[in-house]
């Protein structure tokens, strides 16, 4: 976490005692007081907290018998399932910040196959336009929208567009009205069998 994110933190627990401090000294104490706790306990949580990042089969140590099991199923699935089933996303893209998750989805977005439509839904209105803005559409371009087109009253996805989701995270904090971003999201993607080869 950075110190921006740190002292909004800080002034955030501070909001509620503002009237029991005296004078700007003692709102600056507080606040680094606050500020220190606050990289205190994430050092704690850090010592703690194992980085999860990839697949289960990757992160954890499986025994033999459930690979192999795995595998079996894997085979049997691929020749009795219809190849247009899907069990989730064909493509999951993870990173940190400015690593180009964003400009992925674009490309995504923009090479779709032929006779296919494909809509990136985005966090915002504000960063679907930026998007568009950057890749020359116009303002009423409908392959780039915020989540709050598809939400609501009268509103709903169609069946035959390719929707990918940028910023999933932030989608799932405002749609749940989460007070910070999720600490934890488990996706189940397409085998390599399933869906659309794109």
Do not use: C
């Not at 606050?34 to 140590?61: K, N, Y």
């Not at 932030?170 to 399933?194: D, S, V, Y």
């Amino acid at each position: 976490m950075n110190l921006t994110t740190a002292i909004e933190t800080a002034l955030h627990r501070l909001a509620s005692r503002v009237d029991q401090l005296p004078n700007y000294n003692d709102i600056a104490l507080a606040l680094a007081a606050a500020i220190q706790e606050h990289f205190t306990l994430r050092a704690r949580r850090s010592a703690t907290d194992t980085r999860m990042i990839g697949s289960p089969l990757d992160l954890v140590e499986g025994d033999a018998e459930h690979r192999a099991l795995l595998e079996e199923s894997r085979i049997v699935r691929a020749v009795i399932e219809p190849s247009t089933y899907r069990d989730g996303p064909r493509h999951v893209i993870v990173g940190e910040r400015q690593e180009g998750k964003t400009y992925l989805a674009e490309q995504w977005l923009l090479n779709a196959p032929g006779g296919v439509e494909r809509v990136l839904v985005t966090s915002s209105l504000a960063m679907a336009g930026e998007i568009r803005h950057r890749l020359g559409l116009k303002n009423s371009d409908s392959r780039v929208i915020s989540f709050h087109s598809l939400t609501g009253p009268g509103r709903s996805a169609r069946a035959d567009v390719e929707y990918g989701f940028d910023e999933t995270g932030r989608i799932l904090e405002q749609l749940l009205r989460l007070k910070q971003p999720p600490h934890l999201l488990t996706i189940t993607t397409a085998a390599e069998w399933q869906g659309r080869d794109a």
